[in-house]
């Protein structure tokens, strides 16, 4: 699409605004003039964002949902409520996620189903029920990951639901194009945010491996989520198609790109290494 894409006076919807790059979303997404749908599962932290916005954007709407995407039948609530409560939308985010640690064999079913759940089932419910409201000028963005670009070892649930959620974004974008609706795939980093902590563990993993592998985790997530919401929202703007954040994206893109087959054994031997440092090195 050529047309820019106008921010005032638009309804953005919004998943996973709390923490992270979505409460950074939101934020300039008020400072450009869109009126808010707000939603994540943690009240306590939602709630003193939205209250920020309010008080520095008095002349935006700001409206709040708690719900928890990994429950089916509360996605399709909060689709038919936002729908019901906002029959025209300008912009719907998919940015909400949750990540797992551990091989295949150290987790559950259930976990792997709650991964894939909240980070691909919810973004299609909800881009679905939603589409009645998107016309002609609006936009969708779907959040995937670096890990929806390439696949190391301790994350399978993680990529197979970025992975999904690249395809639908890419499908979608053919799809929507004749109806004049723009989207954009992320592919984020190492993004500094709350997802280390709140990742899953697989039930399997042994004790002893838990808290390094999560500092490990931690360390790696450097970039800064102000900078990540920026250039997102700077990719809505001009239509973008595809957007990867920091190097620690473009890179792994890069290898993949040059090498499908063999970028494998690469990531593998990094991971591995990575893996086996102190914790001390990783702090």
Do not use: C
């Amino acid at each position: 699409m050529s047309s820019p894409y106008r921010f005032a006076g638009q309804t953005a919807v919004l998943t996973g605004a709390a923490s992270g790059i979505g409460e950074h979303l939101a934020y300039g997404l008020a400072e450009r003039g869109s009126d808010l749908v707000l939603v994540d599962i943690d009240e306590a932290r939602l709630k003193p964002v939205a209250d920020r916005i309010r008080g520095s954007h008095p002349g935006i709407t700001v409206t709040t949902v708690i719900a928890d995407l990994a429950d089916r039948s509360a996605v399709e609530g909060l689709g038919a409520r936002i729908l019901a409560e906002h029959p025209a939308i300008g912009l719907l985010i998919n940015n909400a996620g949750i990540a797992l640690g551990g091989r295949f064999d150290q987790v559950s079913v259930e976990q792997f189903e709650t991964v894939m759940n909240v980070n691909f089932r919810a973004p299609m419910l909800l881009t679905h029920a939603l589409l009645p409201a998107l016309s002609s000028g609006s936009h969708l963005v779907n959040v995937s990951s670096l890990f929806g670009l390439i696949a190391p070892p301790g994350q399978s649930a993680y990529s197979a639901s970025k992975f999904a959620l690249r395809g639908l974004s890419e499908a979608l974008r053919a799809e929507l194009a004749e109806n004049g609706i723009g989207v954009t795939t992320v592919h984020p980093g190492g993004i500094r945010t709350r997802i280390a902590e709140s990742a899953l563990v697989g039930i399997s993993v042994p004790e002893s491996e838990i808290e390094p592998n999560r500092k490990l985790f931690a360390a790696l997530l450097s970039y800064p989520a102000d900078k990540a919401a920026a250039l997102i929202l700077r990719a809505v703007a001009k239509r973008q198609a595809r957007l990867l954040i920091s190097s620690s994206a473009k890179a792994p893109d890069i290898l993949a790109r040059l090498f499908p087959v063999g970028h494998a054994r690469i990531v593998r031997a990094l991971t591995t290494a990575s893996a086996s440092r102190s914790p001390a090195v990783t702090r």
